[in-house]
Every structure is written in structure tokens, then in C-alpha cells.
């Protein structure tokens, strides 16, 4: 059973959304602003959030931000504005997905099982016992932490499996395409510009091991030693 968290400040998109996700057999849980939202996931685990950008109280940016701090839940943006801006910061704060108002219902719920299947494949793939150390830098599986010579660094969802793609991907050139399709898991509704603003805030929190990540011109990327 999927437990769907719904964190938007209009009724009509409550209903909406409770509407088809029912019909999926989905439970839904809705609340109206983003400070809701990060209480209840104190207290209870979600399979997917989907948040509206604009809410009251604390807005969708900064609810996402705080949750992703206290679990791993994959979120969904959702915002009346189509701007890129929006969406690269969305992505910086550990959004997985994002969808402008007006959507296609049953779009979204092709997304939300996708997204959630997936996210289940990836946490029953994973090894839980062993971290990954290359030179400086230590991938701490169990905790989905990151360490710079010692330091940790924060890293957002999509950062640390980019970075994971990357280090199990040694040597091996990566076509933009080749990453959204293994960290995101599905086509993307956008461009590839993505890939390239997710990987330059890696690149800068890696600190003396950016390096490792390299650009393959024409191709897409390499992480390499």
C-alpha cells in the first residue's frame, strides 16, 4: 500500500488528488501549509510527498528542505510557476520531481507509482553493511551520508545518487541521459540542464576532489581518479 502525503493550501487540489489516488488504492493524507506537513512527518512515514511551492505558514521550498533532513521521502513539487529558476532550486533542496499547475491527474499518478517503485528497488538493491571510500571521499551506505577527508558534507537526495551512479560507474563515460534515466528512473518531463546544475553543486561540496568528476565533451560525464 502506497501512504501519499499531500501538502497544499487548496481544497480543490486535495480532492483532486485524493480522487485518483484512491482509485490507485492509495492512502492520502492532506495538509494545508508546509509546517503540517514536516510535523507529521516527525511522527509518520510517507511512501511520496507531493507539495505546493506556494503555502502558507512555511512555504513548500523550506518544508522540503526541512524534511529531507529527517527522512528519506522522495517529493514531488508542485507550483502555478513554470520557471527554471523554481525548478533548480526544487531539485537543490532535494525535490525528486516537479510538476506545474494545471497537471494531467493521472500524469501525476503514472509519476508517484514510478517514483515510489523505484525508490523501493533502489533501498532493497543497496548494501547496508559496507561504505565506499575513494581516497578522500566516504559513501556511507547505511546513513545515505557523505564525508570529505572526515567532514561531512550535506548532500541532497539527488546529489548523494548521482554521486553513488557515479562511483559504482568508474571509468565509464555517462551520457546526460544515461544519469536521469539511473537516479531519476523515468523520462524526464525537461532538459538535460538538469544534470548539469545537480553536478556543479556536487562538484563544489566534493572540494578538492571535484576533480574526479569529469566533463566527457559530446558525451556527458565521467567520474574518474
Known amino acids: 500500500m502506497i501512504n501519499i502525503l499531500v501538502a497544499d493550501d487548496e481544497p480543490d487540489i486535495?480532492?483532486?488528488?485524493k480522487?485518483?489516488?484512491?482509485r490507485e488504492n492509495y492512502i492520502v493524507t492532506t495538509v494545508s501549509d508546509g509546517t503540517e506537513a514536516v510535523e507529521l512527518c516527525k511522527?509518520?512515514?510517507y511512501d511520496i510527498i507531493i507539495m505546493d511551492i506556494m503555502m502558507p505558514e512555511m512555504d513548500g521550498f523550506k518544508a522540503c528542505k526541512e524534511i529531507k533532513k529527517l527522512k528519506d521521502i522522495?517529493?514531488?513539487?508542485?507550483?502555478?510557476?513554470?520557471?527554471e529558476y523554481d525548478k533548480?532550486?526544487?531539485?537543490?533542496?532535494?525535490?525528486?520531481?516537479?510538476?506545474?499547475?494545471?497537471?494531467?491527474p493521472k500524469e501525476l499518478m503514472a509519476r508517484v507509482s514510478v517514483i515510489v517503485k523505484r525508490n523501493r528497488i533502489k533501498l532493497k538493491k543497496e548494501d547496508k553493511t559496507e561504505d565506499i571510500i575513494i581516497k578522500g571521499i566516504k559513501i556511507n551506505i547505511l546513513g545515505r551520508?557523505?564525508?570529505?577527508?572526515?567532514?561531512?558534507?550535506?548532500?541532497?537526495?539527488?546529489?548523494?545518487?548521482i554521486l553513488l551512479y557515479f562511483v559504482k560507474n568508474q571509468g565509464i563515460a555517462l551520457s546526460r541521459d544515461n544519469i536521469l534515466n539511473a537516479v531519476w528512473g523515468y523520462d524526464y518531463f525537461g532538459d538535460d540542464r538538469t544534470v548539469d546544475w545537480?553536478?556543479?553543486?556536487?562538484?563544489?561540496?566534493?572540494?578538492?576532489?571535484?576533480?574526479?568528476?569529469?566533463?566527457v565533451r559530446g558525451v556527458g560525464y565521467k567520474f574518474e581518479i
Open 43 to 45: 511522527k509518520n512515514d
Open 198 to 215: 545537480q553536478i556543479k553543486h556536487l562538484r563544489c561540496k566534493l572540494g578538492v576532489y571535484r576533480n574526479y568528476i569529469k566533463t
Open 88 to 104: 533548480l532550486f526544487g531539485f537543490e533542496v532535494g525535490a525528486d520531481d516537479y510538476v506545474v499547475k494545471p497537471f494531467s
Open 19 to 22: 480522487r485518483y489516488a484512491e
Open 14 to 17: 486535495h480532492t483532486l488528488v
Open 74 to 83: 522522495p517529493i514531488i513539487m508542485l507550483s502555478a510557476r513554470g520557471e
Open 145 to 161: 551520508n557523505v564525508y570529505v577527508d572526515d567532514k561531512k558534507v550535506e548532500l541532497t537526495t539527488k546529489e548523494y545518487d
